[in-house]
Nanobody, 118 residues
């Protein structure tokens, strides 16, 4: 069973940057490498939303709210997915999770909290 471990969150002021990391532990290359991965976030009182996607061919896509500010990348050798977040806004405050795209998802990790203050 793949286990996802997110890290890198923290508290920053608006306009600041953070880099999130997600490691797919207990996975093997034949499972992780061909899998399209995504970063999701869940703000207080809101549903979880998908914000960034990266395919096995390294194609990326972003929700409009983060386009031009966030960059998703992956390192298949380390079974990791990253989310570089720049020009952070208070609306980016949320718990961030990674998971594969498609059903069924892998077990959700604990997420990493990002808090952006004015």
């Amino acid at each position: 069973q793949v286990r996802l471990v997110e890290s890198g969150g923290g508290s920053v002021q608006a306009g600041g940057s953070l880099t999130l990391s997600c490691t797919a532990t207990r996975s093997i290359s034949s499972t992780f490498n061909p899998t399209t991965m995504g970063w999701y976030r869940q703000a207080p009182g809101k549903e979880r939303e998908l914000v960034a996607v990266i395919t096995n061919n390294f194609r990326t896509n972003y929700t409009d709210a983060v386009k031009g500010r966030f960059t998703i990348s992956r390192d298949n050798a380390r079974k990791r997915v990253y989310l570089q977040m720049d020009s952070l806004k208070q609306d980016d405050t949320a718990v961030y999770y990674c998971n594969k795209i498609g059903r069924p998802p892998w077990s959700w990790g604990q997420g990493t909290q990002v808090t952006v203050s004015s």
